[in-house]
């Protein structure tokens, strides 16, 4: 299912969907926006299960920062 709504982009930003649509990267510019939206929620969703973890295990040794951060970039997700 879903929903039709209307909001207002910068130039800039369309004119990148634009380009992705015309590259074949995304099928539409609906679909490229709603890709966009669903990688910022994911990348939420990661920073607060982190911010979770941190908070019931206390700081993060340098080892296990970078090995999280090496994880996240590996799956093309930000802290």
Do not use: C, N
Request: no cysteine; charged share 25%; net charge negative.
């Amino acid at each position: 299912m879903s929903a039709r709504i209307t909001v207002s982009l910068p130039d800039d930003l369309v004119a990148s969907a634009a380009a992705a649509v015309a590259a074949g990267r995304a099928t539409s510019v609906s679909a490229y926006v709603a890709t966009a939206m669903r990688e910022k929620a994911e990348r939420e969703s990661v920073a607060e299960v982190l911010a979770e973890w941190r908070a019931e295990a206390g700081p993060l040794t340098t080892a296990d920062e970078t090995w999280v951060q090496d994880a996240l970039a590996s799956a093309q997700l930000e802290p």
